[in-house]
C-alpha cells in the first residue's frame, strides 16, 4: 500500500509529530511505503509531493511547523478540482490519504470520501474548537507560550504602573484567551462567545489600579465589545470565506487609556503561538494521533477523524468533527469571572 499524508490550513506545533508517528508505523509494521503532499491539499491538486522514509522522519519530533508546509488552498474552489486530485492520486499509486488539520482541512477530507477518495483525518489546531475531541494538538503549545508572555508582561506592567491588553488568537472561539488568562492571572479575560462592555472592563481595571496593582487584559482576536464589529486586519477573504482578524487589542487599550487616564498598551502575540518547539504534552497527543490514523488506514477505515476522548484515542465520522465548533460554554466563563478586576 501507498499512503499519502498532507498538513493543511495553519501551521501547528505538533504536526511533525504526527507525521513521524505515521511514516515510522506505516513502514515498520505494515511495509507501506509513504508520499508526503507539500502546501496542504495544493499537493494532491499538482502533484507536489516527495517521498516520505525512516530518515526523512528521524530528527522531526521536537521541530514546530510542518516539513510538508501548508496551505489554505481548497480544490472545491478549483475548477476540476476532485478529479485532478483523483488523477494524481492515481498517478503516483497512493491508495489512500492522512490529512491533518483543523476545521477546513477536514471539511474538505469530509467531501472528498463522499467523492470517492479514502481519507483519515487528523484534528490539529491551537484554537482547540473542533467539537468532535476532547483536545487538538497545538493548543497546550500556545496556551503554554501566551501564558509566559502574561508572566513577563506582569512584571514590565508594574514597573510603570500602566494597563496592558494581550491579544491572542482565537477567531470563534476562545479557549486559548481563556486558558492562558487564568494561567496566567490576568485581571480581565475577554472571549468571542460574550460580548463585552466597555464600561465593565474599565471599572475592572481601574479596580486593580486602585489596589496599586497594573492590570492585564487578555483578549482573543474574535471578541467583540456589545454592538460592535470585528475588528479586520484587511477585507480579503481566503478560499475557505475567511477575513483575516485583528486590532481589537490596540482598540481596547486606547479605549481604556482615554477612559482612565492611564497608559495603556497593547501588545499583539500573534504567530508566535503557533511557532517554535511543542510541548511535551502535544508531542504525545500529536503521536497518538499518528499511530491510530494508521490503524484506521490499516482497517480501511475512511471517512473518519481520530480523537480524544477522556483518556482514549477514538474514531468519529468526519461528518461529525466538521459539524460544529467547540466554543466556551457561557458558564466556564463566567466561573473565571470571580477573579477579574
Known amino acids: 500500500m501507498r499512503v499519502g499524508v498532507l498538513t493543511g490550513g495553519g501551521d501547528c506545533p505538533g504536526l511533525n509529530a504526527v507525521i513521524r508517528a505515521v511514516v515510522r508505523k506505516g513502514i515498520e509494521v505494515h511495509g507501506w511505503d509513504f508520499v508526503g503532499f507539500r502546501n496542504g491539499w495544493n499537493g494532491p491538486l499538482t502533484g507536489d509531493s516527495r517521498p516520505l522514509g525512516l530518515n526523512d522522519v528521524e530528527d522531526i519530533l521536537t521541530r514546530g511547523g510542518t516539513i510538508l508546509r501548508s496551505s489554505r488552498t481548497n480544490p472545491y474552489k478549483v475548477d476540476g478540482g476532485v478529479d485532478k486530485i483523483k488523477q494524481v492520486l492515481a498517478d503516483q499509486g497512493v491508495d489512500a ?28 489546531t491551537i484554537d482547540n474548537d473542533l467539537g ?37 488568537m482565537g477567531r ?3 479557549w486559548i484567551a481563556l486558558h492562558s488568562g487564568l494561567a496566567g492571572g490576568a485581571s480581565v479575560i475577554l472571549v468571542p462567545e460574550k460580548h463585552f462592555n466597555v464600561d465593565q472592563v474599565v471599572s475592572w481595571v481601574e479596580r486593580r489600579f486602585e489596589k496599586e496593582y497594573a492590570p492585564i487584559i487578555v483578549v482573543a482576536e474574535g471578541a ?7 475588528k479586520l ?22 479605549e481604556i487609556a482615554s477612559r482612565t487616564g492611564k497608559e495603556s498598551r497593547a501588545v499583539v502575540l500573534g504567530h508566535v503561538q503557533r511557532g517554535g518547539t511543542p510541548t511535551a504534552y502535544d508531542r504525545v497527543l500529536a503521536t497518538r494521533f499518528g499511530l491510530h490514523a494508521v490503524d484506521a488506514v490499516a482497517d480501511g477505515d475512511f471517512g473518519v477523524m481520530v480523537a480524544l476522548k477522556g483518556t482514549d484515542i477514538v474514531r468519529v465520522k468526519l461528518s461529525e468533527a466538521t459539524a460544529e465548533l467547540k466554543t466556551v460554554p457561557v458558564e466556564r466563563y463566567e466561573e473565571a469571572e470571580v477573579f477579574f478586576g
Open 97 to 124: 490519504l492522512i490529512a491533518i488539520g483543523g476545521e477546513d482541512t477536514l471539511g474538505v477530507a469530509k467531501k472528498l470520501t463522499d467523492d470517492g477518495v479514502g481519507v483519515v483525518g487528523v484534528p490539529k
Open 132 to 168: 468532535a475531541t476532547d483536545y487538538t494538538f497545538g493548543f497546550d503549545t500556545a496556551v503554554s507560550i501566551a501564558t509566559e508572555a502574561i508572566d513577563r508582561l506582569h512584571t514590565t506592567a508594574e514597573s510603570h504602573h500602566r494597563a496592558l491588553v494581550v491579544e491572542v
Open 172 to 174: 470563534h472561539a476562545g
Open 224 to 230: 467583540l465589545p456589545e454592538g460592535g464589529e470585528e
Open 233 to 254: 486586519l484587511t477585507g480579503e477573504k481566503d478560499a475557505f470565506g475567511h477575513v483575516r482578524l485583528g486590532g481589537i487589542g490596540t482598540w481596547l487599550a486606547d
